[in-house]
């Protein structure tokens, strides 16, 4: 099969083009950068120059390269900068125009279009999960109505695609919310995180296999999919990634409004159900405390440490460095206090 995937420099992107590489399967990454622009070096593959708000240039791009699918993680993705009243015409130019266009190009070349949306389309009150064919949106930011506006696109103009909602994404090859977070924890012995804010942690490796899985079959539809092992507030999620980095920084829980104002709402209720995904015959994603393991190990911020101190982790339980043991966590710690 042959691929072509939008926003490839992006956290997503990256691990999607990385998966379907280590698939044997021929890949076209896409974006704005004249090339690739990974930290970890350029992949073995093609590249095209597109900016998907440019309908010329889409249909031109995948008239050219005729994929079979296309993975579709190009988006504006700064919710808060989405507010504003000067990017929102380029807000729904990215995530609404320019993915009808990428509908628009799929159906002409006839092939498979997989377009990765958000919880944020729905309006997040009760604490119902919301099913993966649910029809009753009601997104509180404008990044979720542009989102919500790119699913229409597709739906109304298609039959073969499939649109994947994911929660809290996090990646190594983006800033995202765990990334910061040790970085705040790393720097204060404080922080405040909020705790009436409902989800599911989504490692976007994990995500771009499923994805991988789903472009290779035709149960196309609508699906939630985020990693399992039940709903969390962000505060537990912070709680358990400073557990598992072994940082002692106090986590204090907010509520949303006592946490103080920003700019775009967040839906409180972020659950969504993901049983369409076994009932079609997909493998679910790992837990999230599994899935925060590893990415932790991955990440290089992480690894530095390691490798600047304990080496390829420990002696007592020869666990290697990609599984983080109690023992190498607490040998991290006592580094970290004597730097
Ligand atoms: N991050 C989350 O927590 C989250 C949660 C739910 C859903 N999602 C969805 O998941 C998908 C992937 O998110 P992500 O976090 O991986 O995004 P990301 O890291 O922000 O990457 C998005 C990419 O989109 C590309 N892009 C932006 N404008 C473009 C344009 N006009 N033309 C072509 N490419 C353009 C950028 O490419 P260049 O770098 O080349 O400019 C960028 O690398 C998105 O659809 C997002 O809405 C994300």
């Known amino acids: 099969m042959k691929f072509f995937v939008t926003g490839a420099n992006g956290m997503l992107g990256h691990d999607v083009v990385q998966e379907l590489l280590k698939r044997g399967y021929e890949v076209t990454g896409s974006g704005t950068k004249q090339d690739f622009s990974w930290k970890n070096g350029r992949p073995d593959c093609g590249y095209a120059c597109l900016d998907i708000t440019d309908r010329e240039a889409v249909v031109r791009t995948l008239e050219r390269e005729k994929p079979d699918a296309v993975i ?22 990215v995530n609404a125009l320019g993915t009808g266009y990428i509908a628009e190009s799929c159906v002409k070349t006839d092939c498979k279009l997989i377009y990765i949306s958000t919880d944020f389309v729905f309006d997040g009150s009760g604490e119902k999960p919301a099913s993966a064919d649910e029809t009753s949106f009601g997104p509180l930011n404008y990044y979720g109505m542009s989102k919500l506006e790119g699913e229409k696109k597709i739906s109304a103009s298609m039959e073969k695609f499939y649109i994947v909602r994911t929660s809290w994404a996090y990646g190594v090859n983006g800033e995202n919310f765990v990334k910061t977070m040790i970085k705040a924890g790393k720097k204060h012995d404080t922080v405040r995180v909020v705790n009436d804010q409902i989800a599911t942690p989504t490692y976007t490796r994990d995500l771009a296999r499923l994805l991988a899985d789903m472009a290779e079959s035709d149960k196309y539809g609508f699906y939630n999919a985020t990693n399992e092992g039940g709903f969390v507030s962000k505060y537990e999620l912070i709680l358990e990634a400073y557990r598992q980095f072994g940082l002692d920084t106090k986590v204090i829980p907010v509520t949303t409004e006592e946490y103080g104002p920003i700019l775009a709402m967040r839906p409180k209720n972020g659950r969504m159900c993901k049983e369409k995904i076994k009932k079609q015959g997909f493998l679910p994603l790992p837990d999230w405390r599994d899935a925060l393991n590893r990415y932790l190990a991955e990440e290089t911020f992480l690894s530095n440490e390691v ?22 966590r607490r040998s991290q710690r006592q580094q970290r206090e004597l730097l």
């Open 72 to 93: 579709h993680c190009a988006a504006w993705n700064a919710v808060d900068l989405a507010e504003e009243e000067a990017n929102r015409g380029n807000v729904m130019a």
């Open 307 to 328: 490798k600047n101190g304990t080496d390829q982790c420990c002696e007592k339980c020869r666990r290697y460095r990609g599984s983080l043991c109690d023992h190498s």
